[in-house]
């Protein structure tokens, strides 16, 4: 792939060159299936982009733009985020493959995490406030100084979240899901 602006443009099956997406822009463009893994991303631009079924598996996003990408049942594993572009940072989940991502620091308030597998997820200071956990798996994520006012933890499961450091006003969960909240007191709870 020789050109550096793809716009309205479908790539299914592909495995990409490092060099093709190294400042690369993509605008309203969608991707199927594509192998990602162990590729540098270097100041590339995705605006309002869908990806479905691609693997990013250990990618490098070196100050990466995500303006309104759309992520549907992809494998990610191990990307660090922290290192994509903060400005007009949007992203969307949805049955992805989260496990050991590095979110942060970063302002990702109203972010769906969808159905997905988030084990061993940083979430460090991050802004997530109105961000949906909804159906996710939190086993050993972690949450630190993080703002999740309006956040939505309905149908999450194994989260371990301490109400004392974390800024949790008005965020979402079920009766059942206390344990998850109070798992530092050891406590019985049945």
């Known amino acids: 792939m020789s050109e550096q602006f793809h716009v309205d443009q479908e790539f299914r099956s592909q495995q990409f060159e490092d060099a093709s997406l190294k400042g ?10 594509c192998h990602f893994i162990d590729k540098v ?3 590339s ?11 990013f ?5 070196r100050s990466v733009a995500f303006r309104g990408a759309e992520f549907q049942n992809c494998k990610m594993i191990g990307l660090d985020f ?9 992203l969307e989940f949805d049955q992805c493959a989260l496990d050991y991502c590095l979110f942060g620091n ?10 997905c597998r988030l084990i061993d997820t940083d979430f460090t200071k991050t802004n997530l ?22 956040a ?30 109070l798992q530092k007191y050891s406590l019985d709870i049945i």
Do not use: M, W, Y
């Open 106 to 115: 970063l302002e990702i308030a109203n972010t769906a995490f969808k159905h």
């Open 82 to 90: 922290t290192s994509c572009s903060p400005f007009l940072l949007e």
């Open 24 to 33: 690369a822009e993509f605008e309203n463009c969608f991707f199927e299936s």
């Open 45 to 55: 631009v995705f605006i309002n982009c869908e990806f479905v079924e691609c693997d």
């Open 152 to 181: 939505d933890f309905r149908e999450a499961v194994s989260f371990n979240i301490d109400p004392e450091i974390n800024n949790l006003r008005k965020a979402k969960f079920e009766k059942e899901q206390l344990d998850g909240l």
């Open 41 to 43: 991303f270097h100041k």
């Open 57 to 61: 598996s250990n990618a490098k996003l």
């Open 129 to 150: 406030s109105g961000a949906i956990f909804t159906g996710s798996n939190l086993s050993g994520a972690h949450f630190e100084n993080t703002l999740l006012v309006n």
